[in-house]
């Protein structure tokens, strides 16, 4: 059984003030929403795509079409699959996965943040799972890597190549999965011979 719940949700958008007409441009405003309910893989694609990009019933729906499988037993046992949660959303990595797809990328788990080359041009960024419940993404924004987990009230500037290898690594011994997501047209690029 699916039900697709269509509701709009309030969206933050972090902003700068407008640059008054003496004043150098600003950079556009780095895109984050904040943490409702369990809709934290919503948050990451989103602040991965740097844009409202993904919906909470798009999700829903992709949960939908993945084979079936429902806990066994409860009150609540049709109302939540393996995948999602219709209420809350709760997604897991075969949502990740189609979403990504429906938007020609794809993703990569890694062990090791020193394996990873950073200058990729096919990188979109990263997204960490904690302790197997909630999803953060990390993206190179204007030339820095910039947290947008969705617990924080502001994105967070990690800094240089250095300083997010070390980020990764941190989370990586502390038990959380790095999830590299690429555009696949870029990597199809690289992988034909020139």
């Not at 949700?9 to 984050?32: E, F, G, K, N």
């Not at 084979?67 to 037993?73: K, N, R, W």
């Amino acid at each position: 059984m699916c039900i697709s719940s269509c509701c709009s949700l309030p969206w933050r958008r972090t902003a700068s003030p407008p640059a008054m007409p003496d004043q150098p441009v600003q950079p556009p405003p780095i895109y984050h929403e904040r943490q409702r309910r369990e809709l934290c893989l919503l948050h990451a694609l989103n602040g991965l795509y740097q844009s409202k990009a993904f919906t909470r019933c798009q999700l829903n729906t992709i949960a939908c079409v993945l084979p079936s499988e429902v806990y066994d037993g409860g009150p609540c046992s049709r109302l939540r699959s393996l995948r999602y949660n219709i209420f809350y959303g709760d997604y897991d990595a075969n949502v990740l996965a189609r979403a990504l797809q429906s938007r020609g990328a794809e993703m990569t788990y890694h062990l090791d943040a020193d394996a990873i080359n950073l200058d990729d041009p096919s990188i979109i960024g990263f997204i960490f799972n904690h302790d197997n419940c909630h999803w953060a993404a990390l993206k190179k924004i204007n030339g820095a890597w910039v947290d947008l987990d969705s617990y924080r009230r502001v994105p967070t500037i990690v800094g240089n190549d250095d300083e997010v290898r070390q980020l990764m690594q941190q989370n990586l011994a502390n038990g959380s999965v790095l999830i590299r997501v690429i555009s696949s047209e870029g990597r199809n690029q690289q992988s034909q011979p020139a």
